[in-house]
């Protein structure tokens, strides 16, 4: 097996495009991922520090409620109004990129880390899950794991998702306090569990409940304030050192360069370069990835310290990484593939209005089984072909398929055009002459984006 064209665009990209020849080579694919990020630029999101102004506002307003502000509910509900906006405006931003871009790469490797790191907004912070991929995942995709480690756990976003905001350290000066008050909040072990269990050695690796248990002990003090986000209070850290992983951290005054040290540490465990390489492989090849596969980008991952812009070449470059595409789109990658495929650009998406977007996206996807930004739990998405291919899940696809001219500005290809754009050589020979005997261009075009063939990646 080796390098194809159109396998590089529709399982390493968003798939094929009126718009963008298909990638070239790996070496091709691997400059422009290295090169500069010109669709942050295009279609912008910002960052986690921008909003903490928010939180400040909304702190003051519920002040002034309290002191008598008549004003403070009317003026909550215009900042909430806002907010759903900048909500939908981030996901057009998120499309309009993987659209826009020559090779989207680049995009489909923040999704996948940004789905590895899974986070939930909660109460204010509810609709900020971008801020969050655009601060620890985006600029961290080529750079060793223990950067994208280090910056996904400590930010805002994750604290808050896993209450690691609330963790106290059980021998703390704040918990000898609480104690005196009658209070109970203490430890909190989310974090930790997801860190060893999810984002690092993976279940079944070698870690303990002591592991965990020390391991938050050590991360007790993160905690966040309204006008700076994250910062470290010693008085609510764990004094004394903290054995993870056979390996001793901290000492007498608890700082933040000792979580930093253990997730360094953690980041380049051998289990950890197994569980990575694994999920790489499922992702983006095969929910039972070729073992071969597998062990070269363990082996790269080991030989470079977990440097993912290497593993990220390995498995480009490797022969087993071309196979038949076998994946089932998830929701999101299938909008945003049919999208593409019909050569919808990112002004035109990112022009929509926030009813367009409901309507022609969120809806959509929601109904699909993929609510967006709302995973059921840490661990993301689910993988497997079957998860997706539920009654309910196809229906609303066939049915998104057919209607799929509803873009403003949008003129529907002729579908026999679109079959060889969409799919080129992967469209087998009755699809070619469905879409040649269509009736109607629509109907032509919902027979290309509902095929079984536009289904894989």
Do not use: C
């Not at 977990?306 to 999101?332: C, D, M, R, Y």
């Not at 079957?386 to 309910?392: D, G, K, M, N, V």
């Amino acid at each position: 097996m080796s390098f194809t064209p159109e396998i590089a665009a529709i399982r390493f990209g968003y798939g094929l495009s009126p718009r963008h020849p298909a990638p070239a080579s790996p070496e091709a694919m691997m400059e422009a991922l290295q090169a500069d990020d010109s669709m942050a630029r295009a279609f912008r999101i910002g960052s986690m520090a921008e909003t903490y102004a928010d939180f400040q506002y909304l702190s003051d307003l519920k002040k002034a409620e309290l002191d008598g502000d008549k004003t403070a509910k009317r003026k909550y509900r215009n900042w909430r109004g806002q907010n759903r906006r900048d909500h939908a405006r981030m996901l057009r931003h998120t499309i309009a990129r993987a659209l826009d871009a020559p090779d989207p790469l680049r995009e489909r490797l923040t999704r996948f880390w940004a789905d590895h790191f899974t986070v939930r907004g909660k109460g204010v912070s509810q609709r900020m899950v971008q801020r969050f991929v655009e601060d620890a995942i985006r600029p961290n995709i080529t750079a060793p794991f223990s950067e994208m480690l280090k910056a996904a756990v400590t930010h805002p976003m994750m604290l808050i998702y896993l209450d690691q905001d609330k963790s106290i350290g059980p021998g703390s000066p704040v918990a000898e306090r609480n104690a005196k008050k009658g209070r109970r909040r203490g430890l909190n072990e989310n974090l930790a569990r997801e860190v060893l269990e999810l984002h690092t050695l993976g279940v079944g690796g070698a870690y303990s409940q002591a592991d965990v248990r020390q391991l938050a002990e050590l991360m007790a003090g993160m905690t966040l304030n309204l006008r700076e986000g994250v910062r470290f209070e010693p008085k609510r850290g764990e004094p004394g050192a903290e054995e993870v992983l056979g390996q001793s951290y901290g000492g007498r005054k608890p700082k933040l360069e000792d979580i930093h040290a253990a997730l360094d540490a953690i980041a380049l465990h051998p289990d950890t370069a197994a569980h990575l390489a694994r999920k790489l492989a499922v992702h983006f090849v095969s929910d039972t990835p070729p073992p071969a596969l597998v062990e070269a980008l363990r082996l790269r991952y080991t030989e470079t310290g977990g440097n993912l812009g290497a593993v990220t070449e390995t498995l480009l470059s490797h022969p087993e990484a071309w196979g038949p595409l076998a994946k089932i789109k998830q929701p999101f990658d299938f909008v945003t593939s049919a999208l593409r495929a019909l050569g919808v650009t990112g002004s035109q998406l990112a022009a929509l209005d926030r009813k367009a977007t409901l309507r022609i996206i969120i809806r959509p996807m929601g109904l699909m089984g993929q609510e967006w930004e709302r995973p059921n739990g840490p661990d993301g998405w689910p993988e497997d072909g079957e998860h997706w291919l539920t009654p309910q899940g196809l229906a609303v696809r066939i049915n998104w398929a057919m209607s799929a001219g509803r873009v403003d500005g949008l003129d529907l290809p002729d579908p026999r055009e679109l079959v060889e754009t969409a799919l080129g050589s992967q469209a087998g020979e009755r699809l070619l002459f469905a879409a040649k005997a269509a009736e109607s261009r629509a109907e032509g075009v919902g027979i290309v984006l509902a095929s079984p063939a536009f289904q894989r990646r």
